[in-house]
């Protein structure tokens, strides 16, 4: 018998996914009613799509639909040349670490195809948002500043920004998307000043007023039902029924 669940985290999407590699796979949460938005949602480093599709799927809005792409498995310097799922190589975690340009903006330009992708099956780049935590937050905001459409906001979760000192010449100038940067305060991995640093950096990037920072105490490098009910808000607030 047909589990509900699974077709509620259905991997069916209309249109041929098969242009955009990433989407072939993606975990997709439908929305209960018709969709008119959507929340293309990135993971962090050695995780999947999976996690943060049954998290998601805990504030889910009937009309938006959630998108959760699973990084390719590539060795990561940081973790001994292991191969695991991440979306582009890390040397290091501090702000001053070499980056890898090149599989950044590669990176980057798979997401905007995912939302061309969207675009061309009805949804508008000002009803899509972008979100992700940790590696997956620092290619949401890469991708929202450099993409050629106002998109409807970022979520961005225990991150920073990759190739900050690209920024502001390197935004494709969108001043007025809206930035949802959540932090844990005992976050040892991704450090909170770090975030803090990265809030400052936005400022200068895009309207002041159009950016959030919230941090949470005893939070370590993960989320909170806190947290995650700050993201629903924002979400009800960007991406309104219509």
């Not at 242009?19 to 995780?47: Q, R, Y």
């Not at 390197?170 to 809206?178: C, D, E, F, L, V």
């Not at 940067?181 to 803090?196: K, L, R």
Request: net charge negative; proline share 8%; hydrophobic share 40%.
């Amino acid at each position: 018998m047909a589990d509900p669940q699974m077709d509620h985290l259905s991997q069916c999407m209309c249109g041929n996914n098969m242009s955009v590699p990433l989407l072939a796979e993606a975990v997709t949460v439908s929305g209960m009613e018709k969709e008119t938005a959507a929340v293309i949602f990135l993971h962090g480093l050695g995780d999947s799509g999976h996690g943060w599709a049954d998290t998601l799927t805990g504030i889910q809005l009937p009309h938006v639909k959630f998108i959760c792409p699973h990084a390719p498995p590539i060795p990561v310097t940081l973790n001994m040349k292991s191969m695991m799922p991440a979306w582009f190589d890390l040397m290091g975690l501090s702000p001053d670490c070499q980056e890898d340009e090149a599989g950044i903006k590669k990176a980057a330009e798979n997401i905007k195809a995912i939302i061309e992708h969207e675009v061309k099956n009805g949804i508008p780049p000002h009803r899509i948002m972008l979100g992700g935590f940790s590696q997956g937050g620092a290619l949401s905001l890469y991708t929202a500043l450099t993409c050629q459409h106002q998109l409807a906001g970022v979520v961005a979760l225990s991150c920073w920004l990759p190739l900050h000192k690209s920024f502001p010449s390197g935004s494709s100038g969108q001043k007025n998307i809206p930035i949802l940067q959540c932090h844990g305060e005992m976050d040892v991995m991704i450090p909170v000043h770090f975030g803090a640093m990265t809030a400052e950096k936005l400022k200068g990037i895009v309207n002041p007023q159009m950016i959030t920072f919230k941090t949470y105490p005893g939070l370590s490098h993960s989320s909170s039902p806190q947290e995650m009910a700050a993201v629903k808000d924002f979400i009800e607030k960007y991406l309104p029924r219509i």
